[in-house]
C-alpha cells in the first residue's frame, strides 16, 4: 500500500503506509477517487499543522478484502471512507461516548489519508454508496456533514435569513441545503466566478464584489439583517464583513473545509453581542449526507472543480498551491486513481 506523503514543506514523495492492521474488524479497500482540498494545500506549504502522512481529504473505493461476517460488507461493494475518526482514548471515548470525543483524528492531518491505491479501514467507518449516489457527489459527503453542523449549531428554522460569506464550494453545498430545509441563504461573494456558480445553482440571493453587502442585506431583510451568519474562513473575507450583516445577538458559525488561520477583529461583534461559534465537528452526518444526495437535496453538478491523474500529484499540489498564492483562492481537484 503506498501514496503521496508529505515529507516536508513542498515536498510529497510517494511512500508505504504507516497504516499496521492489527484488528480483525478491518477491510482493505481499493481507493478509485480522492479529493485534494484547501486542507491538503496548506499542509503542503506548511500554513496547517499535521502529521507526516499521505495527504488527501476525501475518499471512495472498492472494498478488495473483507470479513465475509463484517456487517454485510462485501467485496467489490463500492464504498465512502469516513474521514473522521474517534480517538479511542480520550475520556468520554473511554466512557464509551465516542460521540463526544474531544481528539477527532482526520484524514490526511492526523493519519494517513486516500492518495493512495489502498486503505485499511474499520468497518464502522465504511460506509455503502447507493447506485444512485454518484462518485463525483460522494466526494463531497465530507463537506455536506459539514453543512449539517452548521445547521444544527445555528437551530436554523423555516423562513430564517442566513448569510453566507464566502462562496466557495462548500459555500454552496450550505446554501443548498438551507433552501431544503426552507430556510432563505443570501450568498455574499468577493468572486465573481463563485458569485456566477451560486447563480447557475438556483440560489437566489447572492451578492458579489460590487455590491454594498449590507446595504442589500437590510433591503432584503426589511432593515433587520440576519439573525445566522455563516462566516467561511476559506475565503479571506475580513470577518468585519460578516459581523455588519447579523442582527443584535444573532448567531455566527466560523467554520470552512480548511481549519485556516485567519486574524479577527472582535470590536463590532462585541457591540452587538454576537453569539460565535466554532464548527469543525461533523462526525456521525455522514448516512444523512447520503441520504441528501440520494434524494436530490442538493445538487453539485454545478460546483467547480479540475481533475488529474494520480500520477500527477505532485504538480496538482504545487499549481494549485501556486493559484493559491496568486489569486487567494483554489477550488478542490478529483483524483481519478483507475
Ligand atoms: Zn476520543
Same mark, same amino acid.
Given at each position: 500500500?503506498?501514496?503521496?506523503? %508529505?515529507?516536508?514543506?513542498?515536498?510529497?514523495?510517494?511512500?508505504?503506509?504507516? $497504516?499496521?492492521?492489527?484488528?480483525?474488524?478491518?477491510?482493505?479497500?481499493?481507493?478509485?477517487?480522492?479529493?485534494?482540498?484547501?486542507?491538503?494545500?496548506?499542509?503542503?506549504?506548511?500554513?496547517?499543522?499535521?502529521?507526516?502522512?499521505?495527504?488527501?481529504?476525501?475518499?471512495?473505493?472498492?472494498?478488495? $478484502?473483507?470479513?465475509?461476517?463484517?456487517?454485510?460488507? $462485501?467485496?467489490?461493494?463500492?464504498?465512502?471512507?469516513?474521514?473522521?475518526?474517534?480517538?479511542?482514548?480520550?475520556?468520554?471515548?473511554?466512557?464509551?461516548?465516542?460521540?463526544?470525543?474531544?481528539?477527532?483524528?482526520?484524514?490526511?492531518?492526523?493519519?494517513?489519508?486516500?492518495?493512495?491505491?489502498? &486503505?485499511?479501514?474499520?468497518?464502522? =467507518?465504511?460506509?455503502?454508496?447507493?447506485?444512485?449516489?454518484?462518485?463525483?457527489?460522494?466526494?463531497?459527503?465530507?463537506?455536506?456533514?459539514?453543512?449539517?453542523?452548521?445547521?444544527?449549531?445555528?437551530?436554523?428554522?423555516?423562513?430564517?435569513?442566513?448569510? %453566507?460569506?464566502?462562496?466557495?464550494?462548500?459555500?454552496?453545498?450550505?446554501?443548498?441545503?438551507?433552501?431544503?430545509?426552507?430556510?432563505?441563504?443570501?450568498?455574499?461573494?468577493?468572486?465573481?466566478?463563485?458569485?456566477?456558480? &451560486?447563480?447557475?445553482?438556483?440560489?437566489?440571493?447572492?451578492?458579489?464584489?460590487?455590491?454594498?453587502?449590507?446595504? $442589500?442585506?437590510?433591503?432584503?431583510?426589511?432593515?433587520?439583517?440576519?439573525? =445566522?451568519?455563516?462566516?467561511?474562513?476559506?475565503?479571506?473575507?475580513?470577518?468585519?464583513?460578516?459581523?455588519?450583516?447579523?442582527?443584535?445577538?444573532?448567531?455566527?458559525?466560523?467554520?470552512?473545509?480548511?481549519?485556516?488561520?485567519?486574524?479577527?477583529?472582535? &470590536?463590532?461583534?462585541?457591540?452587538?453581542?454576537?453569539?460565535?461559534?466554532?464548527?469543525?465537528?461533523?462526525?456521525?452526518?455522514?448516512?444523512?449526507?447520503?441520504?441528501?444526495? &440520494? =434524494?436530490?437535496?442538493?445538487?453539485?453538478?454545478?460546483?467547480?472543480?479540475?481533475?488529474?491523474?494520480?500520477?500527477?500529484?505532485?504538480?496538482?499540489?504545487?499549481?494549485?498551491?501556486?493559484?493559491?498564492?496568486?489569486?487567494?483562492?483554489?477550488?478542490?481537484?478529483?483524483?481519478?486513481?483507475?
Amino acid at each position: 500500500m503506498k501514496g503521496w506523503k %508529505i515529507i516536508k514543506p513542498f515536498l510529497l514523495k510517494e511512500s508505504e503506509s504507516n $497504516e499496521t492492521v492489527d484488528s480483525t474488524s478491518i477491510s482493505k479497500v481499493k481507493i478509485t477517487k480522492a479529493l485534494i482540498t484547501l486542507s491538503d494545500v496548506l499542509r503542503y506549504s506548511d500554513e496547517l499543522d499535521g502529521e507526516s502522512v499521505i495527504l488527501g481529504n476525501s475518499g471512495i473505493g472498492v472494498i478488495s $478484502e473483507t470479513d465475509a461476517n463484517l456487517f454485510g460488507l $462485501e467485496k467489490g461493494q463500492r464504498v465512502y471512507i469516513e474521514p473522521i475518526v474517534t480517538c479511542g482514548t480520550c475520556e468520554n471515548c473511554k466512557k464509551g461516548d465516542d460521540s463526544h470525543c474531544t481528539e477527532l483524528k482526520r484524514a490526511g492531518i492526523d493519519f494517513d489519508g486516500f492518495l493512495c491505491d489502498f &486503505a485499511t479501514v474499520k468497518a464502522e =467507518n465504511l460506509f455503502a454508496l447507493p447506485d444512485s449516489v454518484a462518485d463525483f457527489n460522494a466526494l463531497f459527503l465530507d463537506q455536506i456533514s459539514l453543512a449539517i453542523s452548521v445547521v444544527d449549531k445555528l437551530k436554523i428554522q423555516k423562513g430564517d435569513y442566513v448569510a %453566507i460569506v464566502g462562496a466557495n464550494n462548500f459555500g454552496n453545498i450550505l446554501a443548498q441545503l438551507l433552501i431544503y430545509y426552507q430556510a432563505v441563504p443570501i450568498v455574499v461573494t468577493n468572486n465573481l466566478e463563485d458569485y456566477k456558480i &451560486a447563480k447557475d445553482s438556483g440560489i437566489y440571493y447572492v451578492l458579489g464584489p460590487d455590491d454594498n453587502w449590507q446595504k $442589500e442585506v437590510a433591503n432584503i431583510t426589511s432593515a433587520r439583517m440576519t439573525k =445566522n451568519v455563516v462566516y467561511i474562513s476559506d475565503c479571506d473575507i475580513p470577518t468585519t464583513k460578516a459581523f455588519a450583516l447579523a442582527s443584535f445577538n444573532a448567531g455566527i458559525a466560523y467554520t470552512g473545509v480548511s481549519n485556516k488561520n485567519n486574524s479577527v477583529s472582535f &470590536a463590532q461583534a462585541i457591540k452587538k453581542q454576537l453569539k460565535i461559534y466554532f464548527i469543525n465537528n461533523k462526525h456521525g452526518n455522514t448516512a444523512a449526507s447520503i441520504n441528501l444526495i &440520494a =434524494n436530490k437535496a442538493i445538487n453539485l453538478s454545478n460546483l467547480k472543480l479540475d481533475t488529474a491523474p494520480y500520477d500527477k500529484v505532485p504538480e496538482v499540489l504545487q499549481n494549485m498551491q501556486k493559484t493559491l498564492e496568486e489569486k487567494g483562492k483554489i477550488y478542490e481537484t478529483v483524483i481519478d486513481l483507475v
